[in-house]
């Protein structure tokens, strides 16, 4: 157990010593199954003459052919742009819109996810709106030509902003070319999909029992919504859906140091190193040990870069964890003329977690701002559906959310440190894209250096 | 499709929103009024004696409370030649006071006093531009460094935040526009008291150290956004369409503005504004009213109020000549187009806001059916009534992002055959209802979440005067007729109202330089 009353402001204002740490049990949502495979959340509640609806679908861009990078990504807005088999694409947007109803459909790395909300008294007209999206897209030539010619013009754009594309080029040069969490869209693989390979992606992976259906809102009960659900998914035919494998990150260690050589206002340096897969035991000491490196105002990385220095405006590091695996990223805008600075005192702090010892306050100021802000994770009745559909969606032992807290409480100084060990800057992947003529100085003083052209 | 009545509030027939105490109102104090018309929430309005402010709205789930503190002050107030100095105040007040964020506070007080005596003296010598000494500069600037790391050692890195955040603090933060500076976040209900005590001090008692790093802390920010092509573009549409009004700054301040502010500057400013007769907080959640009353007269009736200073700026001049500029910048083609508009208390706002809609909500909006769709011209086209604010009549937007092999020029042109298309012909009535069935369903949704809830009720109250401010809007559009809407278009969407910012890449001669893709 720790102390989390605010020992350190306690001389200031002693009468703050009477907080403690929040007692917060993470509230249940009733989970319902159907036949065919489907899952739903769902959490009723009346105070609001709404109700919304979120999918989550196992069909994210991790799940691309190779040859046809992009397709989750043209597939996931055509579910409802495209129109479907019993609504025109043009009555879609009609009767939702005047509705004042809202449908977004977008991909992501490992999932589709299809986000519905309507005014109760319209529940029927945009479920049924809602279901065809889901399962019988109709994908109308006119509409995948617009998606696509979108997605290609997004592709001519990629490079706009420098700090967007470090981040994602740092990625793209971790994973390696084997790798979906590091691809990107390319024109040839845009143009290589086909009326016929959207059809195929969505009879693959849109199945009931490959999502999960968060559901909350002004129903008169669970069995309303329950038969609602039934009614409009029930007779969905289940399949078996092939996952592909997802291969090891292409980058096993050492230093790789990439550069952008480009007259930009501001240097962006982006590192990325190896973390764990979302479901991997390591993950609560990660957590907090992200969270005492760069996890904000009073982070190493915020302290040293930024409060210290005055180098930067935005400094910080966090760990994305994926199923197969995760990454750790570092980032930093600079200016070019002290690019050097901010990139050594980067790679100072991020070698110092693994191997200098977590501070008491350090671990408590850390514990503290991740139990404590817990039970805002369920500060709507949809965000307490969304977090226990997902809590099951993302393959977590039944409970992890009724134990995270103590999960969080039980690492200690030495379990935050050994979780340092995997930010060893000696095997990062460094992005830099900043004007070289006006470094402080050459990047090749940090190791070997790659030189890109953008494109 | 048949004309249908416009959807009522619904929040009668419903399960309260809002738990009720179980106790009569009479139990607020004295000057304390809760709203019973059920048009609205039942807000209860107090204000101290010096003139701080309450809304509150008790609103249950699970416990948590969300607080905005809005003050009526924002890049528009600051002083001539000082520009982005309400948001250089804002990052300093994370910076802790005089009990908090120090170890000492009279020893520090004395080394904050020497920098501030550097940090001015170089302000000085390097404000002579060519004619400054450099080893001058030099010297100062090691004094200056000196001073900062012996301060260094009587501060407590972050402790004001820290604190918030060990006691649970969600989404703690603060923005300035260029009307209003907010401060904000959400914290477990119990908490309601640690937040009173905290956030009292910060506003009663800041001590701005750190200053001059922080200053280079908010150059990086501006170099951030030197870098983006959308600031890019709207720095240089204010700065064009605006030739007398302070909306033509850009908030995070003009550089050369940033290098000449000093620590005392921006206590000077705190002293003029951060006043609470100038601020509005709304507090949102699982709290008794009574006692957030009884702990902000504990905690806040110490702060002196003070009379605030004429907010009247030099008014714009009508525009009457088309302005034109093209932008050089490493990305993509994209414009943004501004209209002189009348302000948001005039009678034509409404109007603009309907046809603002008309063009471009949703994919049933005509920019989207005809431009994007249709004659395929954009990746996107968008608009917005009041931008960069709404104290003071500002600029109708247009954002255009051609898709190629389209151009800019072809946008611009489509953009223009639309606003044409509506001087014409009205809108249908279909269109107008769509709108406001949109607008009272985000009404509602505005309720779900504490936080926005807080935001719009202070923000509401504190610069348009009303907390109801959105309640009252949507009576105002209800009443805009199709005629309206073209009458306002012909009347503000014309060519010499007109400024237009376009961004086109650098031609290759000039590109060559430092320009990666160039030279291997």
Redesign the interface.
């Known amino acids: 157990m720790i102390n ?1 009353a ?1 020992s ?2 306690l ?3 002693p ?2 010593a009477k ?1 403690g740490q ?1 007692k ?1 049990d993470a ?1 249940d949502a009733p989970r319902y199954a159907l036949a065919n495979g489907l899952v739903v959340y769902i959490v009723k ?6 109700v919304h609806f979120s999918a989550y679908i196992k069909a994210g861009s991790a799940y691309d052919p190779a040859a046809k990078i992009g397709l989750a990504q043209l597939t996931a807005p055509l579910l409802r ?1 495209g129109g479907t088999a019993k609504y025109k694409a043009e009555d879609i ?2 009767t939702l ?5 809202t449908l977004d459909t977008g991909a992501y790395t490992e999932e589709t996810q299809a986000e519905m ?1 309507a ?1 109760r ?1 319209d529940l029927d007209k945009a479920l049924d709106i809602y279901a065809d999206v889901l399962r019988n897209p109709a994908f109308e030539e006119e509409k995948v030509k ?1 998606a696509r ?2 997605v290609l ?2 592709i ?2 990629r490079n ?4 967007k594309a470090a981040g994602r080029e740092a990625r793209r040069r971790f994973f390696g070319p084997a790798n979906p969490y590091g691809w990107r869209n390319e024109e040839a693989t845009i143009n290589a999909i086909t009326r016929a390979d959207l059809a195929a992606f969505h009879a693959a992976h849109f199945r009931p029992n490959n999502m999960i259906l968060a559901v909350s809102g ?1 129903f008169t009960s669970d069995e309303e919504a329950l038969a609602k659900i039934k009614e409009k998914f029930g007779d969905w035919q289940p399949a078996e859906v092939i996952k592909p494998a997802v291969p090891a990150p292409d980058h096993q260690g050492g230093r790789q140091i990439y ?8 240097a ?1 340096i982006v590192i990325v190193q190896k973390g764990v897969r979302r479901t991997d035991p390591a993950n609560d000491a990660i957590t907090v040990l992200s969270d005492i490196l760069g996890g ?3 982070s190493r990385l ?2 040293e870069v ?9 400094v910080g590091s966090y760990g994305a964890s994926l199923r197969e695996g995760g990454f750790l990223i570092t980032s930093c ?3 070019n003329e002290t690019y050097s600075q901010a990139l050594s005192e980067m790679l100072k702090q991020l070698g110092l977690v693994g191997s200098a010892p977590v501070t008491p306050e350090e671990l ?2 850390s514990k ?2 991740t ?3 817990f ?2 994770k ?5 965000k ?1 559906a969304v977090e226990r559909a997902l809590e099951e969606y993302y393959g977590y032992e039944k409970g992890h959310l009724d134990n995270y807290v103590k999960a969080i409480s039980a690492v200690d100084a030495a379990a935050a440190q050994a979780a340092g060990k995997l930010f060893d800057p000696s095997s990062a992947v460094i992005y830099v894209i900043g ?3 006006k470094f402080d100085r050459p990047l090749s003083e940090f190791g070997p250096v790659t ?4 494109d | 499709m048949k004309s249908m009545a416009l959807i009522p509030l619904l929040l009668l027939c419903c399960a309260p929103l809002y738990a009720a105490d179980g106790k009569p109102a009479d139990e607020l104090p004295p000057g304390a009024a809760r709203e019973t018309d059920a048009k609205y929430p039942p807000v209860i309005s107090y204000t101290l004696k010096n003139g701080l402010k309450l809304l509150i709205l008790e609103k249950k789930f699970v416990p948590t409370v969300s607080f905005s503190m809005t003050f009526k002050v924002g890049n528009v107030d600051c002083p001539s030649g000082k520009t982005g100095l309400a948001h250089v105040f804002e990052h300093m007040a994370f910076k802790g006071t005089k009990v908090m964020n120090t170890k000492d506070y009279p020893k520090e007080k004395a080394l904050l006093d020497q920098i501030e005596t550097a940090g001015k003296n170089l302000i000085a010598e390097e404000s002579l531009g060519a004619k400054a000494d450099p080893q001058k500069v030099k010297d100062l600037k090691q004094k200056l460094s000196d001073l900062e790391k012996a301060a260094d050692a009587y501060s407590v890195n972050a402790e004001f935040v820290s604190t918030l955040e060990k006691l649970g603090a969600n989404g703690l933060n603060a923005y300035t526009s260029v009307d209003e500076t907010v401060y904000h976040m959400s914290m477990p209900a119990d908490r309601l008291e640690a937040w009173m005590i905290l956030e009292s001090d910060r506003f009663k008692n800041p001590v701005l150290r750190e200053f001059y790093k922080e200053r280079s802390v908010i150059m990086e920010e501006r170099r951030m956004g030197e870098a983006n092509p959308g600031n890019v573009l709207f720095e240089n549409l204010s700065a064009t369409a605006f030739s007398a009004h302070p909306y033509m700054n850009p908030i995070v301040g003009w550089m050369d503005d940033l290098k000449k502010l000093s620590r005392t500057d921006a206590e000077e400013f705190y002293a003029t504004y951060y006043v609470p007769n100038n601020a509005t907080l709304a507090v949102v959640g699982d709290v008794k009213p009574a006692e957030v009353i009884r702990l902000a007269e504990k905690y806040f009736a110490g702060w002196q109020s003070k009379p605030l200073p004429s907010m009247s700026y030099t008014a714009e001049p009508e525009q009457k000549s088309e302005k034109r500029v093209n932008v050089f910048f490493n990305a993509k083609p994209s414009f943004y187009m501004g209209f002189h508009n009348p302000g948001d208390d005039h009678a034509d706002a409404p109007a603009l806001i309907m046809l603002s809609e008309v063009l471009s909500n949703g994919k049933t909006g005509r920019f989207y059916r005809n431009l994007v769709e249709g004659k395929q011209l954009a990746l996107g086209a968008g608009t917005h009534h009041a931008l960069p604010g709404n104290r003071y009549p500002s600029l109708f937007l247009v954002a255009g992002t051609p898709k190629a092999p389209h151009t800019n020029e072809e946008l611009e042109a489509g953009i223009w055959e639309e606003i044409e298309a509506v001087k014409k012909a009205p809108p249908t009535p279909w269109e107008l209802e769509k709108i406001l069935n949109n607008y009272e369903v985000e009404m509602i949704r505005g309720l779900e979440s504490n936080m926005d809830l807080a935001k719009g009720l202070a923000s509401n109250d504190r610069i348009k005067g009303d907390w109801k401010y959105n309640w009252r809007l949507l009576e105002d559009l209800k009443k805009v007729k199709p005629e309206d809407v073209s009458a306002a278009a012909a009347k503000y969407l014309k060519r010499s109202n007109y400024t237009i910012i376009t961004m086109t890449q650098p031609a290759p001669e000039t590109a060559a330089a430092g320009k990666g893709a160039d030279k291997k």
């Open positions: 989390l605010v350190t402001a001389a200031a204002h009468e703050l907080f929040i917060f509230p509640d009346n105070t609001l003459p709404v742009d947007d009609k819109e005047y509705l004042g109803a909300t005014l008294k617009i010619d979108e013009e997004l001519r754009r706009d902003s420098p700090a002004d550069l952008v050589d480009k007259d930009v206002a501001q962006s904000g105002f009073q915020f302290a930024r409060t210290k220095r005055g180098l930067a405006y935005s805008g600079t200016k408590e100021r503290g701002s139990i404590n802000p039970v805002f369920f500060s709507t009745p949809h307490l004007n070289s003529k030189e890109l052209k953008e």
